[in-house]
């Protein structure tokens, strides 16, 4: 017989917060939001915890190196997305895993021939003083020297000058090899007052640079995502087609969790991905699992091993599954059911399989409020996308600057996925493509949302998450509809998009 449950499905647009007492502990400075990512015994402690409870979503025009590495350094993580080859993707982790936090890859590149005022150009757009001068313009490239806004003037010089007749040549300035360690870059950069110190290799290559003002920047990152040999800590996405050679691959290159990308996560598809990874490969990397929406979808993936299990349908800000297939819960309603069978899973097992929100936050507070409702952390794909360090172009549309952000299921986003498999036909699209505000670089946006974070959980009288999970009080808000309206996504033309 069919089922309809009694209740209205509810979004976290419906809830608020009702303060708690807050005493003299409770201050922003003495919050602490670090969070368990994957199952751990009742009483222990999870083998993977992060110290923002924020990630970001499995999504090309989100998760790439260059957003991981940001994202780690301020205490969230990534998922590098799997819309893509394998080696492609495990080349992305590779990638994170490589970096030497404080060495960064050289993005502001010149050469000799250019003019002043191209390099002027570059460097006003950039808001950067100083860019790498290489043989062929190119980060990797033979490096031949620096040029900055104080080797030049627009006044003094002619701006159709090449590079070359202002830089300071590569001869006369310091660098240093590969093996330097960070801490002697460092001295090296206040010994002879530089702003860059370019690493370079035996034959001649720049390899990266190590910038003055990242020494500030490092000083701050005191909640870095890191393992035990100091590497950033990244995931990936997988899928329930190509896991047998995509999972070893992600593990060898180093991946410290994965999860498996779908839109409804309750199938056997799933439970095969996840008995594979845990055993036939004895459980070499966690494996999380999602989506899904209510406490039987959880309590199966839980019970085929999953690391952790995300929750959400149809309420992404590029998501249209709802409009298309009918399929979905208001994340307010989902979070509630599968929190509550997440904690009967507890007490009946003695493991506690983490919890992640995923999708449709529109507002930072809504993080606070799939907190209280207990989620143990929460992913995000808007949010990211509009920031400097994710992959999608910066595009100006009538004067105001926006990046591209395109939902997994759009034509967009398969058009890159199928194209291995031949497969360029999709029936109906499940996402959109379209643009988001451009909001300028993840450090400030994420020290901004934690402030929030902890602004309202010191309200609530909650210096911990599993405090906050416990003692929360919340309210509904009169009527309002799940229509999630305030997602500023606009629509690019002809991208499938009924509502978002
Ligand atoms: N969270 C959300 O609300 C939504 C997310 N998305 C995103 O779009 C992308 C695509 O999602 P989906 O379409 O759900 O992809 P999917 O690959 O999980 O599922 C597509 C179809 O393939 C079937 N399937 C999966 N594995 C199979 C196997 N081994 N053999 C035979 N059939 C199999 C599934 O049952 C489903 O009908 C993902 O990145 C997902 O995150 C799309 C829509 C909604
Ligand atoms: O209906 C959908 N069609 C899509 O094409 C699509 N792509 C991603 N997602 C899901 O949306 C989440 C990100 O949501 P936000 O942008 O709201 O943070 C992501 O984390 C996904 O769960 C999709 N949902
Ligand atoms: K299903």
Not at 247 to 268: H, N
């Amino acid at each position: 017989m069919v089922v309809i449950l009694p209740e209205v499905s509810r979004t976290l647009n419906e809830y608020l917060l009702v303060p708690n007492l807050t005493t003299e502990e409770c201050t922003p400075d003495n919050v602490d939001l670090s969070t368990p990512i994957v199952r751990y015994p009742v009483g222990g402690e999870s083998p993977l915890r992060i110290a923002v409870p924020l990630v970001s979503a499995i999504m090309q025009a989100v998760s790439s190196p260059r957003l991981a590495i940001a994202l780690a350094q301020t205490g969230g993580l990534s998922f590098i997305h799997q819309n893509q080859g394998i080696a492609e993707q495990a080349e992305s982790v590779s990638a994170v895993k490589r970096h030497k936090a404080g060495f960064r890859h050289s993005d502001i590149n010149t050469k000799p021939s250019a003019t002043l005022g191209e390099v002027s150009r570059l460097l006003r757009a950039a808001e950067r003083d100083i860019a790498v001068v290489t043989e062929d313009g190119s980060a990797g490239g033979r490096f031949v020297g620096l040029i900055s806004t104080a080797d030049f003037h627009p006044h003094r010089h002619d701006l159709n000058d090449t590079v070359e007749s202002r830089m300071r040549p590569a001869a006369g300035l310091v660098t240093a090899p590969p093996t330097i360690s960070l801490s002697d870059a460092n001295t090296l950069i206040w010994d002879h007052r530089l702003d860059l110190l370019p690493i370079v290799t035996d034959n001649g290559h720049l390899a990266s640079i190590v910038l003055r003002r990242d020494y500030e920047l490092h000083k701050q990152f005191r909640n870095e995502s890191i393992d035990d040999d100091k590497r950033f800590r990244v995931g990936a996405g997988v899928n329930t087609r190509d896991y047998r050679d995509r999972i070893p691959a992600l593990v060898e290159a180093g991946a410290d969790v994965l999860c498996i990308d779908s839109s409804d996560g309750y199938s056997v598809w799933q439970r095969n991905t996840l008995q594979y990874a845990v055993g036939e490969l004895g459980g070499a990397v966690p494996v999380g699992a999602g989506n899904v929406v209510d406490g039987r979808g959880f309590r199966y993936l839980a019970e085929a091993g999953a690391a952790f299990v995300k929750v959400g349908i149809g309420g992404g800000s590029i998501c249209i599954t709802r409009d298309q297939k009918g399929i979905g819960r208001g994340q307010a309603s989902a979070l509630i059911d599968v929190v509550a069978e997440r904690d009967r899973y507890a007490q009946e097992t003695g493991v506690y399989v983490p919890v992640c929100c995923d999708g449709g936050l529109l507002a930072d507070y809504h993080m606070a409020i799939a907190l209280a409702l207990g989620a143990d952390f929460i992913m995000l794909g808007r949010y990211f996308a509009r920031f400097d360090e994710s992959p999608s172009n910066l595009v100006n549309l009538d004067g105001q600057l926006y990046k591209e952000y395109w939902g997994e299921g759009s034509q967009r986003a398969r058009n890159v996925a199928r194209y291995d498999q031949g497969e360029t036909e999709m029936p109906f699209e499940e996402g959109v493509d379209g643009y988001v505000p451009y909001a300028g670089s993840l450090y400030p946006n994420i020290a901004r949302t934690v402030s929030k974070l902890r602004a309202t959980m010191v309200s609530c009288g909650a210096v911990t998450v599993p405090a906050f999970h416990r003692d929360a009080v919340l309210v509904q808000v009169s009527q309002q509809s799940y229509e999630q309206n305030g997602a500023e996504v606009r629509l690019r033309s002809g991208s499938g998009g009924s509502g978002q």
